[in-house]
C-alpha cells in the first residue's frame, strides 16, 4: 500500500485533512489498482463562507489487460454544500472528474471508463470514453448561516445528471516533438434540472500539449 496525507487551511474558511491509499494487484497479465480517497472539511475561524462540515470519499478500480485499460470510480459527498476547491491548485483527488466534477451536495456517482492503447497499429494513439452518472444531489437542509456561500445548494432536491465523453489521444513519437501530444475529443453533459449549476453542456476541445524546457 501507498499513503499520501496532508492537511491544508484556506484562512478563515475552512480546515481541510485528506488521506488516499493506493495498491497495484497482479494476476497474471491482469494489473489492477486500486485507490482510496478521503478528505474532511471544516469551516474555521471568520468562517468567511458561511458553516462547512462535510466530508468526500471516493474509491477506483482499474484493471489492465494488455491493450485495454477499465476504469470504475465510485464517488460520494457528505454534506449539504458542493464539495470545494481553490481554484487553479489542482487539489481534488476524487475520481469522477471529467467535463464536470460529480462534486454536489449528498452526491453519489459512479464512472465507467475504457482506455484503449492502438500502439499496435500506431504507436502513440490511445482512445478514451467514458460514462458518469450522479444522483441524490440534496442541499435543501443546508444551512451555512448569514456568511453561507453555497446557498443556491437549497434548490437542489434530489437532482441527478450524466456526462459521456470520447477521446482520442497522440503522442508524437519523433525525437523533434517527443514529450508533446494532441488529443481531440468531445463530452456532453445533461441535467435533469435547471437549478444545476453546470446545466446542459456540449463540448469540444482540441488539446495540444508541447513541454518547453527552460533549463
Not at 142 to 167: I, M, N, P, R
Request: net charge neutral; hydrophobic share 35%.
Amino acid at each position: 500500500w501507498r499513503a499520501t496525507a496532508y492537511v491544508s487551511r484556506l484562512e478563515d474558511v475552512w480546515n481541510r485533512q485528506y488521506l488516499g491509499l493506493a495498491k497495484q494487484l497482479k494476476w497474471g497479465d491482469l494489473t489492477t489498482r486500486i485507490r482510496l480517497d478521503a478528505y474532511n472539511t471544516a469551516s474555521e475561524g471568520q468562517e468567511l463562507a458561511g458553516n462547512i462540515s462535510q466530508q468526500a470519499y471516493g474509491l477506483t478500480v482499474t484493471p489492465t489487460w494488455g491493450a485495454d485499460t477499465l476504469k470504475f470510480g465510485l464517488q460520494k459527498i457528505v454534506g449539504n454544500e458542493w464539495f470545494d476547491y481553490v481554484r487553479d491548485s489542482d487539489a481534488m483527488s476524487l475520481p469522477n472528474k471529467m467535463g464536470s466534477y460529480f462534486n454536489g451536495p449528498n452526491e453519489t456517482s459512479f464512472q465507467v471508463a475504457y482506455t484503449r492503447d492502438w500502439a499496435a497499429l500506431m504507436p502513440g494513439l490511445t482512445s478514451l470514453l467514458w460514462y458518469i452518472r450522479g444522483w441524490g444531489i440534496d442541499g435543501t437542509d443546508y444551512k451555512g448561516g448569514a456568511k453561507g456561500a453555497y446557498t443556491l445548494a437549497t434548490s437542489q432536491d434530489d437532482e441527478s445528471h450524466y456526462e459521456v465523453g470520447a477521446y482520442l489521444i497522440y503522442a508524437f513519437q519523433s525525437s523533434k516533438f517527443k514529450g508533446a501530444s494532441l488529443a481531440v475529443g468531445s463530452n456532453w453533459l445533461r441535467t435533469n434540472s435547471t437549478t444545476q449549476i453546470e446545466g446542459n453542456v456540449e463540448e469540444a476541445r482540441v488539446v495540444l500539449n508541447v513541454p518547453l524546457r527552460i533549463f
